[in-house]
């Protein structure tokens, strides 16, 4: 036995103790990969050995905990396939776990070595240095509506001047046979405008004739009216007159200040060119229809003013309670902002395709396009890599995806310090993708990696190394006396 053997023991285990030492340091580095050493034997000519060698030290590149910082721009790889790829001052391309970022002077996500995150954009897989996108977000005018509605199919039909109701009633000439007859009334006088047998051949009396009165004009009441079975009572007269006022009756023209005059009102915002804000209300009136059908008018006011006063959009309605016209609608609106605010015309594009009309009360939904300017609020980064701003307005934009490396060896990667590595030969090429993809790693943002350190590990490894160094001391010294022994034996 000779020294050399303990020396390299010596030599070995103190290699060992500097990277478990290194290990210990950095349990609080973020995304920091604990190291491990490899030994390998040394062998010469003869079966004896010369003793032990550092054959390499590997990094451990499992994940991490992760711990939610609340930064916007604080990454965590959430999973063990996955580098942050940055770019240095001078254009090298490194790779890290550490995702502890922010904001540069000029508006690059950059790290504390100045290294800025680099990423894809919107459309192609070109990468670039990725920017916080400041600034405001123009306007955009309302060009879409979507509105899914249910009009009640039981709502009073709202009736307007110069309508026609049309009334059966059973009558008798004095004898035991009832027989039904059929009038129409003028809704704004109350006056009959004809009179047939309920079949609607016209009506002969052979026995005399009939007297009725009917006050159905009234004396200037706004509220609606039902018609029941035996609403109108004939008399045996002489003769069929009209009695009453033809001025008694109130007529329902619409009006968006009488609430009589329609069934419902779905308000919303629309939005101009230049982002000024507009009361728009959609107006439905139920109207008397054909049989088997539910008939709807729609009118349309914007800041008070009603767009279409005599020209109202119809809906029409099946026996099962399904649109079956009216389904779509366009209206150009001129002038918008008077003389203050001069804006673009707005041209509306109505879909009314999925309403209904059942028997029940009024709902909606509905899904405007367009929005106000928006200032920038903030930003935030998904699972996926998405980088998106938002704004005040409410408004989201995504403005490109963080990129993330995976290399087929990492082990073969070369530490460059401050907790980066680069390629190397033995790496491989970099896989460059969007998180998620191609077995890449998600991300997960306001948080980031810990060290994958585990100390009580590191000092379990630790007590080993001692020891071994202990013994490897232990073997020169037992050598040294030895060689004492052979010097006294002079």
């Known amino acids: ?97 550490n995702g502890q970022f922010f904001a540069d002077e000029k508006n690059f996500i950059v790290n504390a070595q100045g290294q800025r995150l680099t990423g894809f954009g919107l459309i192609g897989d070109d990468m670039a240095p990725l920017q916080v996108p400041l600034g405001n977000l123009p306007p955009s005018a309302t060009t879409d509506i979507a509105t899914m509605t249910n009009l009640n199919a039981n709502a009073n039909i709202v009736y307007e001047q110069g309508d026609t109701i049309g009334l059966v009633y059973a009558s008798s000439d004095g004898g035991t046979t009832w027989n039904q007859y059929r009038y129409r009334m003028d809704s704004a006088s109350g006056a009959i405008l004809s009179w047939s047998n309920a079949d609607g051949s016209p009506a002969t009396l052979a026995d005399g004739n009939y007297n009725f009165a009917n006050d159905a004009a009234g004396t200037g009441s706004v509220g609606p ?140 939904t509905f899904t405007p396009s367009g929005y106000p300017t928006g200032e920038y609020a903030g930003i935030s980064i998904g699972t996926d890599g998405a980088v998106i701003a938002s704004y005040t307005n409410g408004e989201m934009r995504t403005t490109g995806y963080v990129a993330l490396a995976n290399f087929n060896n990492l082990n073969g990667l070369k530490p460059s310090g401050d907790n980066a590595w680069v390629e190397t030969g033995a790496s491989g090429q970099p896989i460059v993708g969007r998180p998620g993809t191609n077995g890449l790693a998600s991300i997960k943002g306001q948080a980031v990696e810990d060290s994958n350190v585990d100390l009580s590990q590191e000092l379990v490894r630790m007590i080993i190394a001692q020891r071994f160094y202990q013994a490897n001391a232990q073997t020169i010294k037992t050598q040294d006396q030895i060689v004492q022994n052979l010097i006294s034996m002079r």
């Open 225 to 364: 009216f039902a018609v029941a079975g035996n609403a109108v009572a004939p008399a045996d007269t002489a003769a069929i007159k009209s009695v009453g006022e033809t001025d008694g009756i109130v007529a329902r023209p619409f009006s968006t200040t009488d609430a009589n005059s329609y069934t419902h009102s779905l308000p919303l915002t629309a939005y101009d060119s230049l982002g000024n804000s507009h009361q728009f209300i959609q107006y439905f009136v139920k109207r008397e229809s054909d049989a088997g059908q539910t008939a709807w008018d729609v009118y349309y006011a914007m800041d008070g003013n009603v767009i279409n006063p005599t020209a109202p959009h119809q809906m029409r309605f099946s026996e099962s309670g399904q649109l079956v016209s009216g389904q779509q609608n366009t209206l150009n609106i001129t002038n918008v902002g008077g003389l203050t605010a001069p804006a673009a015309d707005l041209e509306l594009a109505f879909d009314y395709d999925k309403s209904t009309s059942f028997s029940g009360a009024f709902s909606y």
């Open 1 to 97: 036995m000779g020294f050399g053997q303990g020396l390299s023991g010596l030599n070995a285990a103190a290699q060992e103790l500097d990277v478990i030492g290194n290990n210990i340091a950095n349990a609080g580095t973020v995304g920091f990969k604990s190291s491990s050493v490899v030994f390998s034997d040394v062998y010469a000519n003869s079966q004896v050995g010369l003793g032990v060698k550092l054959a390499a030290v590997n990094q451990r590149f499992t994940v991490g905990s992760i711990t939610n910082t609340g930064n916007q721009l604080d990454l965590a790889i959430d999973g063990m396939k996955g580098l942050f790829r940055v770019e240095d001052p001078n254009g090298n391309i490194l790779y890290t776990r």
